[in-house]
């Protein structure tokens, strides 16, 4: 599944908007349910994330609770679990990239995507270098226990990681000032409309027009 970059965006836009301000009602599951069917095969992967986020999403339900009264909570605890599944949901094969082409097709500032772009570089390329420091201890049979050993090991590899993000960082500066770069970047802005596309366009709609007469 490969839906639009831009209408993803609009859509989780609406979406988060239109829930923030609105009790639960069993008709903002409906393009929840479509996603599901579409992203059936990453499932798990997608409940598993939402899993560790409930631990904060609790917290705060918790306050709330305390604050005020428990239907208050019950209904925050809820509509934040539908907007986070939702966008979950939206973006789930994407790999950060998409959402900085949907800006640019946007048309948002040239500077914003441009910082969004070497962000989401800089997040990818620190995620290939834990990954490789993984691999690395799992080879060397490395075991995680409460000893200083274990606490110098991931304070070195704490350490590199962050001295590697500051090089990265300086050596791009560097680049930026001898190429004169002006904060823009060009990328695709093909704007291809499948058919999910236009089916999640169809529920958010029956969605927005429940809402508004229900």
Known sequence: MNLNPAISLILAFL????????????YFLIPIVFLFIINFNNLFKILKKLFFLNIF?????????IESNFYEAINLFIRVNLIILFNLLLFSNSNGFDIVRGCYILKFPNKFVSTL??????????????QN???????????????????????????????KSIS????????F?????QGDIFLSDDFIVCKYDIILIFFISITLILKAFI
Do not use: C, P, Q, W
């Open 15 to 26: 979406y988060s908007l239109l829930l923030s301000f609105s009790n639960v009602e069993i």
């Open 57 to 65: 999403i609790f917290v705060l339900s918790l306050f709330l609770y």
């Open 117 to 130: 772009y070497f962000t989401v570089k800089m997040i990818f390329e620190l995620s290939l270098d834990i």
């Open 133 to 163: 420091i993984k691999n690395s201890l799992i080879t060397r049979n490395f075991k995680a226990k409460t000893n200083m050993f274990t606490y110098k090991t991931f304070g070195n590899i704490f350490g590199l990681l962050f001295v």
């Open 168 to 175: 990265r960082a300086m050596n791009l500066k560097s680049t």
């Open 177 to 181: 000032e001898l190429r004169h770069f």
